[in-house]
């Protein structure tokens, strides 16, 4: 196996002297003195075992073996070359691979900030992962991910969080349901009706359990459902009522109407999440200086972040 014995210095000091013609000005161009250059071209044709080239009335002449070489030189080349200009686009962010966990009520918003940011960088392929806050939770403590979404960040030492957009929960009711119509509504107006609540450990359930607490509000009827798509379709269909992100109901409320109760929407925020004790790849900083630039654009809220970003300005320090 002749790859044992080849080095990229031997096969440089080759391609030189075949793009030279000339031992002593391969010497000059790769700062070496003609020795050098002698050695190193001896110890190449005796890893190959065959004779590269001859001078033939002081001409350069390549054998067939050394024009293969010369070939497979060029090619392995211009692969290198290659790779040094995907290392400059992976060290600028420009390619590479980012990986996102967030939660379910996330995908409402994520999306529409991917969907641009890969058109300006199509060679950056990403993947999501969505999953309960419990389920994104373990990935955040296995280091899976790059960055994390959440609406209600984990208060851990090796977390950053960082808000990025606003995110008013609202009481949703179907358009026939009897409170739709009433232009405003007392919190303990409410504790005769069914709710539609999502899992213990959401964000979305923290909040509003602690708006039924601090209203000392205790409902008869508490039905759990496990997503938002659920809770809608519970909704839509006369199941009772249900809190929800406004994100949720953008793209979907031709059934469904906000209930205008005294102490809503209750003010909340989705958050980037990075660990501080782990890589940040330039592509996740890449998606976050996009996201910080974009987001009011997008969707129609501004950075809720420090201005210049905290996680990126923590990993580039």
Known sequence: MIERYLTFRLLRVYVTLVQ??????TARRL???????????????????????????????????????????????????????????IKAGHSGHLKIAMVNTAQYILPRLIGPFQTLYPEIDITLEIGNREQVLQ????????????????????????????????????KSHPLSSRSSIKANELVEHRFLMREQGSATRMMFDGFLQSNSLAPAHLQQLSSNEA?????????????????????????????P????????????????????????????????S?????????????LEGKIVAFFET
């Open 31 to 89: 700062h070496l003195t003609q020795p050098t250059v002698s050695i190193q071209l001896k110890k190449l044709q005796e890893s190959v075992g065959q004779t590269l080239y001859v001078f033939k009335q002081q001409k350069f002449v390549l054998t067939e073996a050394g024009n293969a070489l010369y070939l497979s030189c060029q090619r392995i080349f211009a692969c290198l070359d290659e790779f040094n200009a995907q290392l400059t686009d």
């Open 139 to 174: 990935r955040f403590e296995r280091g899976l991910d790059d960055l994390y979404v959440f609406s209600h960040p984990p208060s851990l030492e090796h977390a950053i969080a960082e808000p990025f957009l606003a995110n008013p929960l609202v009481l949703v009711a179907d």
């Open 20 to 25: 030279t013609g000339s031992i002593s000005e």
């Open 231 to 259: 809770i809608k379709v519970g909704i839509s269909s006369g199941m009772g009522i249900g809190m929800l992100s406004q994100h949720v109901l953008d793209l979907h409320n031709a059934n469904l109407t906000v209930l």
């Open 294 to 306: 974009s987001v009011e654009d997008v969707l129609g809220s501004p950075w809720q972040g420090e």
């Open 261 to 292: 109760v005294e102490g809503l929407p209750l003010v909340n925020h989705w958050y980037f999440i990075a660990r501080n004790d782990r890589y940040m790849p330039k592509t996740a900083l890449k998606f976050l200086s996009y996201c910080q």
